[in-house]
């Protein structure tokens, strides 16, 4: 029963540098999101998907990206990362809208 | 635009004190609501969810919350906290019809203390 999970767990990035975040689900859940939390700040939501091959864009979306190519996985990519991305990243997955997420155990990533 | 406020940011309690935490959202359409418990270095788990129905709703833990429409509230309680109950509680509003998507509040860190 591993859920949602989160690779890597944690990340060291200089400025400039691009990485991908991934995140796996065994669910069969059409909805996938990114989020990330600051303190202070709760959870923001970056980027989602509602379904295999669709993306949309969150409140904070810039500087990052998106691909959902199979039902299963949803990448977060950084192209350039940023000092303010530094931040724990947070992806959950849902059946459908309105029943609440499941979880990642986040990554927590670092842009010096 | 819908929003979600905590009201409080950090709550200290005694164990074995009742325990409220404070929710508040707007919105123009209906909503879903819910309420997740982070605990140090996890993700979020589901505590509770009011979905329709009943405006009283029980998780798990212990906890319960009661939606209030005319106060457009979400308050969480529980009647006696444990150590274990220490955690970053956080308030989340979904729109019906809005992809899924949950805004979250600024979450309330509950501490108790023995």
């Known amino acids: 029963n591993a859920g949602v999970t989160q690779t890597p767990k944690f990340r060291v990035l200089k400025t400039g540098q691009s990485m991908t975040l991934l995140c796996a689900q065994d669910?069969?859940?059409?909805?996938m999101y990114w989020y990330r939390q600051d303190p202070g700040m709760g959870l923001r939501l970056i980027h989602y998907?509602?379904?295999?091959?669709?993306?949309a864009k969150g409140e904070v979306p810039d500087g990052y990206n998106v691909s959902r190519l199979k039902k299963q996985n949803f990448l977060l990519g950084l192209e350039s990362a940023a000092p303010s991305q530094t931040s724990v990243y947070f992806c959950?997955?849902?059946?459908?809208?309105?029943?609440?997420?499941?979880f990642g155990s986040g990554t927590r990533l670092t842009v010096v | 635009a819908q929003s979600v406020t905590q009201l409080d940011s950090q709550v200290p309690v005694f164990e074995e004190a009742p325990v409220e935490l404070r929710c508040n959202y707007s919105?123009?359409?209906?909503?879903?609501l819910f309420w997740y418990v982070q605990y140090p270095n996890q993700g979020l788990q589901l505590l509770l969810k009011?979905?329709?129905?009943?405006?009283l709703v029980k998780g798990i833990n212990g906890f319960e919350a009661e939606f209030n429409k005319s106060q457009t509230s979400f308050h969480l309680r529980k009647p006696s906290v444990h150590i274990s109950d220490t955690a970053e509680y956080f308030c989340?509003?979904?729109?019906?019809?809005?992809?899924?998507?949950?805004?979250f509040g600024q979450g309330t860190e509950l501490s108790v203390k023995p």
């Open positions: 959950a997955s849902s059946y459908a809208g309105g029943y609440g997420y499941t």
């Open positions: 009011y979905l329709s129905g009943s405006t």
């Open positions: 989340a509003v979904s729109m019906k019809n809005q992809g899924g998507k949950l805004i």
């Open positions: 669910m069969n859940h059409e909805y």
């Open positions: 998907s509602v379904g295999e091959g669709t993306t």
């Open positions: 919105s123009s359409v209906s909503v879903y």
